[in-house]
C-alpha cells in the first residue's frame, strides 16, 4: 500500500537541508532554527550532530511575525507536518531539536503526532511576549490577550492532560529581559503529571543560552540527546 502525503504550498519553511553522517546510528533529528535564525548559524550544531551519527533534517523559517498576521504561525505548524510525513519521519526514532521558535515547532509536532515523544528545546516560552505593545498596537491591531487567543492552540502552554507521554527536556535560560522563565518553569511544569519534563537552567539569557548551546559549545546538547534516545 503506498502511503498518502498531503501536500501543501511552502511559504514558510525558507530552507531545508539533510545530512547524512558516514556512520548511521539509525536515528534521525528533525532540527528547526530560531526565529531570524539561517542554517548557517547552527552549522558547529548540525557538524557536532551528524558526528556521532545521527542523520539530520534541518529547517528554518522565514520571520513569520513581520507581517503581522497571527495566522502565518498558525499555517507553520502544518505546513512541517507535511514536511515530516513526506520525509517519512513520523516514527518512534526520530528526535525533535528545535531553538527558539524551532523548539515551539517542535512542542507543536509532538502534540500533533503521539509517536513523537522526543524533544529537546534551547530555550523557549510565550511566543506573545517577543512583541512589544507599540508593536501589537500599532502594527497587529490586537491586544496581548487577542492575539493570545489566536494562538492559543499552538503556543508553549497547553492544558494539562492534553500532552500525554512526552519526554521532553527543555534549556531554559536563568533570566530574560523578554520571557521570564519563572513563568515558563511554571507552566512547563504542569505537563510533569503526564509526562517525563526535564529543565536545565543555562547562565545567562535567551539568546546568550542559544549562542552558547549551538555556537560556543555545540557538544553540550548531546548528553541530553542521548538520553531521549532511550525512550
Given at each position: ?195 517525563n519534563v526535564t529543565l536545565v537552567s543555562v547562565p545567562g539569557g535567551h539568546l546568550r543560552t ?7 559549545f555545540p557538544k553540550k546538547s548531546l548528553p541530553h540527546i542521548r538520553h531521549l534516545e532511550q525512550?
Open positions: 500500500m503506498v502511503a498518502l502525503v498531503r501536500i501543501l504550498a511552502v511559504k514558510f519553511i525558507r530552507s531545508t537541508k539533510k545530512i547524512i553522517p558516514k556512520q548511521p546510528n539509525g536515528k534521525s533529528i528533525v532540527y528547526m532554527h530560531a526565529y531570524g535564525g539561517r542554517l548557517w548559524h547552527a552549522a558547529r550544531h548540525l557538524k557536532a550532530l551528524r558526528n556521532h551519527g545521527y542523520t539530520i533534517y534541518a529547517l528554518d523559517f522565514t520571520d513569520i511575525l513581520r507581517t503581522h498576521n497571527p495566522q502565518e504561525l498558525i499555517d507553520l505548524m502544518d505546513e512541517v507536518a507535511v514536511y515530516l510525513e513526506k520525509e517519512q519521519l513520523i516514527h518512534k526514532n526520530t528526535i525533535m531539536v528545535g531553538v527558539s521558535l524551532g523548539g515551539l515547532v517542535g512542542f507543536n509536532m509532538t502534540k500533533r503526532y503521539q509517536i513523537l515523544d522526543k524533544l529537546l528545546v534551547v530555550t523557549g516560552g510565550d511566543i506573545t511576549h517577543l512583541l512589544t505593545a507599540r508593536s501589537l498596537r500599532n502594527k497587529w491591531k490586537l491586544t496581548r490577550q487577542e492575539l493570545t487567543e489566536r494562538w492559543q492552540d499552538v503556543n508553549m502552554y497547553t492544558p494539562p492532560g492534553t500532552v500525554r507521554d512526552k519526554h521532553i527536556i527543555m534549556l531554559l535560560p536563568r533570566r530574560d529581559k523578554v520571557i521570564d522563565p519563572n513563568e515558563v518553569m511554571d507552566e512547563i511544569t504542569k505537563l510533569d503529571q503526564h509526562n542559544i549562542i552558547t548551546q549551538t555556537v560556543l525512550f
